[in-house]
């Protein structure tokens, strides 16, 4: 059997072809809406990480809103920490592996999109936000393109030769309630004819 791809790698090379910029305009529509829905009722200042961070883009748009006063990413493959600093060489990056890496400061949110399914265990990493990386009444927003209800999405591992996690929709929400989340919600973002929408899920502490 040939042996799988890391994630991490596969992303860094990702990053010297330059498919980070597509896979940002790729994602944006779906990001937006999760950004709009965790981050548009906030009445105070927040902080902010984004978990799997690819090349900053999305901590670069967080942190030109009024409110937050910090804002970070972290992501497992050095070129596209590469790519962030390049992007943003004043701003908050840290290549390490995420189930390792805790922030100096609980935040207030976390976000991923296209992560957590690369994980093995992906309520570990669920575990680990929930309870090393927000505050008491932080909330995590998590978007994944890789999913059950997603059939045209099932084939991906194998494509890519990466190790993918498949789960349903029922699932996912169990995940985050098993990690102490509650108020858990899903719903389908960025969804047309031939896109089953981007699932994504929340939950608060």
Not at 89 to 99: A, I, S, T
Not at 103 to 114: A, G, N, Y
């Amino acid at each position: 059997m040939k042996e799988k791809t890391k994630a991490t790698d596969l992303f860094s090379s990702w990053a010297e072809e330059g498919k980070d910029q597509r896979m940002a305009k790729t994602h944006s529509p779906s990001v937006q809406e999760m950004i709009d829905y965790v981050i548009t009722p906030q009445t105070e200042n927040f902080s902010f990480i984004d978990a799997g961070c690819g090349n900053g883009w999305v901590v670069r748009k967080v942190a030109q809103d009024s409110r937050c006063r910090f804002a970070a990413g972290v992501d497992g493959a050095k070129n596209m920490i590469q790519q962030a600093n390049a992007h943003d060489p004043n701003g908050n990056y840290h290549c390490n592996d995420l189930l390792s890496w805790n922030p100096e400061m609980k935040v207030d949110i976390v976000h991923s999109m296209e992560v957590l399914y690369y994980f093995k265990d992906p309520l570990e990493l669920i575990n680990a936000i929930s309870h090393h990386w927000l505050k008491p009444g932080g909330k995590l927003i998590s978007g994944v393109d890789f999913y059950f209800e997603n059939p045209k999405s099932h084939s991906w591992p194998d494509d890519l030769n990466v190790h993918m996690t498949l789960l349903s929709e029922d699932q996912w929400l169990s995940a985050f309630k098993a990690a102490g989340f509650k108020n858990c919600y899903s719903w389908l973002a960025n969804k047309s004819n031939d896109f089953n929408g981007t699932l994504c899920i929340y939950g608060e502490l």
